[in-house]
Each structure stands twice: as C-alpha cells, then as structure tokens.
C-alpha cells in the first residue's frame, strides 16, 4: 500500500522551484546557518513561522509546542534557546502565540483531557495569576483571546528570566525578546508590546502589556 503519496512528489517540485530562483541556494544552505532570529511558537499546523514572516530555510530558528509554553525545567525548549542564542547568537527572540489556541482553549476549561493536563497546568497558573482581570470581561470569546495575549506575556517573561538570556545580557550581547499573536482568521501579526533588550525593561514591559485593557 502507498503511503504519503503526494509528499515526496510535493518536495521534488518544491527543489525544482527554488532552484529555478536560486541553483546555488541549497549549496549555500549546506554551508551552514547564521539565522537572525528565533521563533518560539504553537505547533498548531496553521501557524507556521517560515511562511508567516515569509523567510525561507535558514532565516530562522525554530521551537514549537503545544500553545507555546516556556518552563524553566523543560530542558529540549531551553536547549533550543541556548543553542539559539549562545551558538547562533540570534539578535531576536520572537514568543508568538495564536487567537483561538486549543491549548489555552482547554486551559480555560475545568474539564479533566488527559496526560496533557500536566502541561496545561503552565497556562492554568496563567490564567488564575490574572484571573481578576480576566472576569470582568463579558465576552467569553474576547476573555478567551485575553488570555491567550496573557499567555504570550508571561512566556515572553520566562524567555526573559532565562539563564541563558540574562548571561547573553550581562555579557552585552545584543539581544531582544518580543511577544507577538496571530490571528489565524486574517494572516497578521500583532506586537503585544512587551519587547525587552535589557533587563531592567522587563519590569516596565510587563506592566505595560499586562495592564493594556485593565
Ligand atoms: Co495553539
């Protein structure tokens, strides 16, 4: 029985396309890589980072999990972010989250899902740390959209408190640290303002996007 039969023929077409543009591209890429930026990001199939910002293979740096989650004892995203920023030294730090999350859709709901609990947990505390915010919004669609900003915030916040971000900033490696969502319904990104350089912009950056519509 085949299996998988378009994909193969897909990436053929796809090499074939790229090197009408570029034949050296793939030459160059065996080269190595020098990316300027590192994507942290949902692995919700819709919300790809290459296409989104529109790079191609090389431009940036990859991690992805399940709505985006940053855990200081989660040893495989903190590696990714000290190979990132010790060995690639991306300038850029992107923590992108998504409206209409199923993570922090099932986050939002008390029901019992399974294994997965255990890693909802992270945007539990999320949502009960601002849960008085939270509630005084009506709308459960935009109270839901809120907490998937929060959720960004917050992972942008334990980028931030990293050791491998703050040892980049004490050695004056230039380095910045952004949260962004997108909206899956149009294609674009926002900049939830909470970009940090330094670290003594954390605090103020995080007051800020925090308190946006309190
Ligand atoms: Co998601």
Redesign the pocket.
């Known amino acids: 029985m085949r299996v998988l039969p378009d994909l193969i023929e897909n990436n053929r077409k796809w090499v074939a396309s790229v090197n009408e543009t570029d034949p050296d591209f793939f030459n160059k890429l065996s080269q190595g890589q020098s990316p300027e930026f590192l994507w942290i990001g949902?692995?919700?199939s819709r919300?790809p980072a290459n296409e989104i910002l529109g790079l191609m293979p090389g431009e940036v740096f990859v991690h992805r999990n399940?709505?985006?989650v940053v855990v200081h004892s989660d040893f495989n995203c903190q590696s990714v972010i000290e190979y990132a920023v010790s060995a690639l030294k991306v300038k850029h730090i992107i923590v992108c989250?998504?409206y209409?999350?199923?993570?922090?859709k099932a986050a939002s709901q008390n029901h019992h899902v399974g294994l997965i609990d255990n890693w909802l947990r992270h945007i539990r505390d999320v949502r009960r740390k601002h849960d008085e915010v939270l509630l005084k919004i009506e709308d459960e669609n935009e109270r839901f959209n809120r907490l998937?900003e929060l959720n960004v915030i917050e992972q942008t916040l334990h980028v931030c408190h990293s050791t491998v971000v703050q040892e980049a900033w004490e050695n004056g490696q230039p380095l910045s640290v952004n949260g962004w969502i997108y909206g899956i319904g149009d294609g674009l990104l926002k900049d939830l303002n909470v970009t940090i350089a330094e670290p003594t912009e954390i605090a103020d950056a995080y007051r800020v996007a925090v308190n946006r519509t309190a």
Do not use: K, L
């Open positions: 949902c692995a919700d919300v399940i709505a985006n989250g998504h209409g999350c199923g993570g922090v998937c």
